[in-house]
Structure formats: structure tokens, C-alpha cells
């Protein structure tokens, strides 16, 4: 890990911005000036508050395990603060039946008074040939604007429904759980999340781990006072005592009636079905609330049969959440398993170089792959744009969907198919938090 963030900028991006009279450097992380003048464009880029004494505090250990980026204007009255921002680190991500290791991506902001000069392209070129050189197959990001990434390779991996439950009229048909649901506090509940979600996160497609303090800030952080002070958490032990989920809610007043309030689930993870069944019951069943409220869930979600009035569940929000960019096709390939036995060649076309080539994969009976480098007449063949070879290796996606978008093109009618009994993933791909 050390190495990793210790990564120099790039050198070619760092000689083109410097032609353009520019300064891009990585930013000590044990520069408190430098850190804060980062932080303070990173905030400006997204339009946040600026940060206090108090949420500077917070993020301050972060930049111990990120490699992060500065460019810097020597010509503006303010030289040190950047004009603009990146910082990554080392995650891993899982695929169907595997993981890789991931270069991820945050964090990016060019200021307003240098946007649309090629900063943002520079850098992000910078952080791909950095990832690639430094071995990581994959890089991954969560989005503000869909439109930005898919020019650097990036596709959508996983997508996310937001959901608005009319938790009066859903009605729970599910069967009860063995364990036991309790409320815990903070402390508790932060020292038993990570293991939970750390165990979450190894079987759930497209979710990242090694997310850091970001996922403190799940429980809220002192900075944040009412907020924090709102804040609710539920657990669900198993009948060994043992923690298998954990949600966290916090509930908004709606003027006087009290009956109609809206309880917001800010996380939810379970690492077995009944802590799944038993914490979305615990959810719907809350006195003195109208409406649940919950994002980043799957586009799959099992909930929907666990009521009995499933329209009393709305999606109000159906969106792509984690978008990856493969930098090695044959070590993203490798490492997942496959649905079924069979070839399957995939011919890769980037622009940027990387994940060009054929590759066929032999998938075995229990779907372990062997990935060579070609292609030969008698196998299932799709030609895949780089940006689309992530969305199928993560298996959220049916390659023929992406044929009959035209994005994707089969060699011979049933190929997509045949793609698909391989690709698809059991279940759909989700990531859990931001990052
Ligand atoms: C998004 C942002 C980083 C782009 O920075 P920039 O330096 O202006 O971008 P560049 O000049 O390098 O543009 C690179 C390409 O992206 C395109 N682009 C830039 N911003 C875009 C946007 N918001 N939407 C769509 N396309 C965008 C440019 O048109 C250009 O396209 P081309 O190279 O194919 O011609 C900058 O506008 C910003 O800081 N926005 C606010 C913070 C934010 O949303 N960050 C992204 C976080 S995920």
C-alpha cells in the first residue's frame, strides 16, 4: 500500500500541463498547509462548505493511505491552493466469483476559471498510465455528471435505485428470523460494521472495499452534530450472538404530523438472509413514520417480495453508481469465474491502448477461466468498445441488450447469447457506498 501512494504524478501529464505553464505535483501528506489548501479546492470544485477546524480534523487522516494531486497556477494571487484536484488509492473490487485490485478515483475538480483546457483530461490520462504501470487492471470511479468519464474508457459497472416505501400500505408477508435486532450506539455499532461489511462486500458484486474513513462517515461524524445526533442503529445478531447486519437510519420531522414523518436509511448491510429480512422488517414496522426512504439499493432487490403491496415501494431514482475502466483485459478476465463452461472470444478496441487485443476465455465446468491471447473462427465473438467491457465483466449487464443498442456487435446471431450464459452475474452488481 505504501508504494502504491507513493506513486509520482505522471510524467507525461506533468510535462503537458507544464507547457501550459502549470504545476502538477502529488501533495505531501504530511504537508497540514498543503492538505488544507487541497481540501479547500477539492470543496470549492463541488460547491461544498469550505472545511472548519472541526471536518478538516476528520479528513486529515485519510491522506495517509491516498495518493493525491495537485495542479497548481504559480500566477494567481493564492499560488498555493490548486486549481485543480485528484487523489486515488488502492481498493479492492469484486466480481462475480472474485475480486481485483482497482485504482480508485476521486476527487476530481477543475476550478471555474481553468475548465475546458484539457486539466481534467490531463489528469485523469495521468492516473490511468499511473495505474496501469503500477500493475492495477482495473480503475474505478462514482460519477457526478454521467457525461464526463465515458471518453477515458469508463463504463457504468453497477446501477443503484433510490426507493420511496409508503410503509403503511406495503404490508411484510416475510418470514420471521431466528436472531435478535437491537438498538446499539454509535461506538457499537461502528466496531461491528466493518467486520459485517467487510463480509458483505466479499460476496456482493461491483461493491469496493478499503472505502476508509468514508465509511466512518456512514455513522456521521462529530462535525456534523445534529445530524450525528439523529442518527439510529439496528443490529441483527444471529442466534449465536453473533453480528450479521447492521442499518443505520435517521428520521425527519414533518411539521406536526408526527404520524407521517420520513425515516431515511442511510446504509444497510447483512451477510445472511435473515439479517436481510429481519432489518427491513424492523424498518417498515417504525411507529411515528410514514414514508422509508432508501438509495444505493440493487436494481434486484429481494424487499419487493417481502411485501405485500410490492407498488407501495417506488423506485425514484434508477441510476448508474460505479464505473470502471479496464487497463488489463486478460487479468480483469481471469479474475472472476463464469455461469457456465464454454469459449468466449471478446475483441477489445480502446483508443487509449491499454485493453486492445482479442482474448478468448475457456471457462471450465466450474467456470475458473483460462484467457488466451487470440481468437479463432469456431468461438462466440463480440467486438466490445472499452468503455463496455467492464459493464459485462461485471455481469450487470446482458451483452445482448448491449446488441441490440448497437454499442456491442455479435460475429454470428446467437453470439451474444452464448456471451451471456458466461457473463451474467447471479445477482445484480451494486456498491454500497460513495467514494
Ligand atoms: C468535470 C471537470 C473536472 C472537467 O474539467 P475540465 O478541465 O474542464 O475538463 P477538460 O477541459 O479536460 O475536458 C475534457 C473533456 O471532458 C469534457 N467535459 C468536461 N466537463 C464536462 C462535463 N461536466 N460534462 C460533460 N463533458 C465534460 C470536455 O468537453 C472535454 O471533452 P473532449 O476532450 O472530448 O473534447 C470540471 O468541470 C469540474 O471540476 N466540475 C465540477 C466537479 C465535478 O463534477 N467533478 C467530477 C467529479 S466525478
Do not use: C
Not at 505531501?28 to 477539492?42: G, H, L, P, S
Not at 439499493?297 to 470502471?324: F, Q
Not at 457456465?340 to 486492445?356: I, N, Q, S
Amino acid at each position: 500500500m505504501a508504494a502504491d501512494i507513493s506513486l509520482p504524478a505522471d510524467a507525461t501529464s506533468t510535462a503537458a500541463l507544464a507547457a501550459r505553464g502549470l504545476r502538477m505535483a502529488t501533495v505531501d501528506a504530511n504537508d497540514d498547509a498543503a492538505v488544507r489548501a487541497w481540501v479547500e479546492a477539492d470543496t470549492r470544485g463541488f460547491h461544498d462548505s469550505a472545511p472548519t477546524e472541526e471536518s478538516f480534523a476528520e479528513l486529515r487522516p485519510d491522506f495517509a493511505s491516498q495518493r493525491t494531486i495537485g495542479v497548481y497556477d504559480a500566477s494567481l494571487a493564492d499560488p498555493e491552493v490548486p486549481i485543480a484536484t485528484v487523489t486515488a488509492w488502492p481498493a479492492p473490487v469484486t466480481l462475480p466469483g472474485g475480486e481485483v485490485p482497482a485504482w480508485a478515483i476521486s476527487a476530481v475538480t477543475v476550478a471555474p476559471t481553468h475548465r475546458r483546457r484539457g486539466i481534467a483530461r490531463a489528469m485523469l490520462e495521468g492516473e490511468l498510465r499511473t495505474a496501469a504501470s503500477a500493475g492495477f487492471p482495473l480503475a474505478i470511479l462514482t460519477v457526478s455528471e454521467a457525461t464526463i468519464y465515458g471518453r477515458y474508457g469508463f463504463g457504468p459497472v453497477t446501477w443503484s435505485s433510490r426507493f420511496e416505501i409508503d410503509v403503511r400500505r406495503a404490508g411484510w408477508v416475510g418470514a420471521p428470523s431466528p436472531g435478535r435486532v437491537q438498538l446499539v450506539g454509535r461506538d457499537t455499532a461502528m466496531a461491528t460494521a466493518r467486520a459485517v461489511f467487510d463480509e458483505a462486500r466479499r460476496s456482493t458484486t461491483g461493491d469496493v472495499g478499503a472505502v476508509g474513513r468514508r465509511f466512518d462517515r456512514l455513522f456521521g461524524m462529530p462535525s456534523e452534530t445534529t445530524e450525528l445526533r439523529k442518527k439510529r442503529f439496528v443490529r441483527y445478531d444471529d442466534e449465536s450472538g453473533t453480528p450479521r447486519g447492521l442499518a443505520v437510519y435517521h428520521v425527519l420531522e414533518d411539521g406536526d404530523d408526527w404520524s407521517t414523518q420520513v425515516a431515511h436509511v442511510d446504509y444497510l448491510a447483512v451477510t445472511t438472509d435473515d439479517a436481510y429480512r429481519a432489518l427491513w422488517h424492523y424498518l417498515l414496522e417504525l411507529d411515528l413514520v410514514g414514508t422509508l426512504k432508501a438509495s444505493l439499493r440493487s436494481t434486484d432487490e429481494p424487499l419487493r417480495w417481502l411485501v405485500k403491496n410490492p407498488r407501495m415501494i417506488r423506485t425514484t431514482e434508477l441510476r448508474e453508481h460505479l464505473w470502471a475502466r479496464v487497463l488489463d483485459t486478460a487479468a480483469v478476465l481471469e479474475a472472476r469465474t463464469y455461469g457456465a463452461p464454454g469459449r468466449l472470444a471478446l475483441r477489445v478496441h480502446d483508443p487509449l491502448g491499454f485493453a486492445d487485443g482479442s482474448f478468448t476465455i475457456e471457462a471450465d465446468a466450474a467456470g475458473h477461466p483460462t484467457v488466451t491471447l487470440d481468437e479463432t473462427d469456431d468461438t462466440p465473438l463480440l467486438d466490445v468498445p472499452v468503455d463496455l467491457l467492464a459493464s459485462l465483466v461485471f455481469g450487470g449487464v446482458s451483452a445482448l441488450t448491449l446488441v441490440d443498442a448497437g454499442r456491442v456487435q455479435e460475429r454470428t446471431p446467437g453470439d451474444a447469447s452464448a456471451a451471456d450464459r458466461m457473463l451474467r452475474a447471479e445477482r445484480a452488481p451494486v456498491l454500497t457506498t460513495w467514494f
